[in-house]
């Protein structure tokens, strides 16, 4: 009795469809473009123009860990440079209310009419009691 389970067990199982690699295909993910400034470096973000965090001004975001009644926001100027000439500066604010304002200013300069950018967000989080230094702070900005 348990061969004729093990035997159909096993028949059973190789009988079972199998996933095509196109089918395999069809099922992935596009994989986002990722952008991260920092105010070390510039980075190229196409189109010639190269983009980096001129200054960071201020971060009042709520630290992990912490109740707080408002969730607060990050402000930094961004610089856009073309051929080695400053193009724009820009103040932004992160906050949950300014990611439409901020997604049309990025998109002048990254990506293409074929992509969108669907995520602006601050990095590191901010944690109670800890410092995050003024060169650690990243923009991620991310597109499909």
Known sequence: MKTIFIFLTVFL???AP????????ENT????DTI???TKEFVT?????????SKFVSDSRCPEGVNCVWIGQVEMNVAVYKSKKLVEEKLILITSTTFEENKKWFAKYIFGD???ITSI?????RVKDIEIKENEYL??????
């Open 13 to 15: 199982s190789q009988c």
């Open 18 to 25: 199998k996933q095509t690699e196109n089918a395999m295909a």
């Open 29 to 32: 993910v596009e994989v986002s």
């Open 36 to 38: 991260l400034l920092n």
């Open 45 to 53: 973000i196409g189109n010639g123009y190269e983009m980096k965090i």
């Open 114 to 116: 074929n992509k969108s």
């Open 121 to 125: 967000e601050v990095k590191p989080n």
């Open 139 to 144: 923009l991620e900005i991310l597109s499909k």
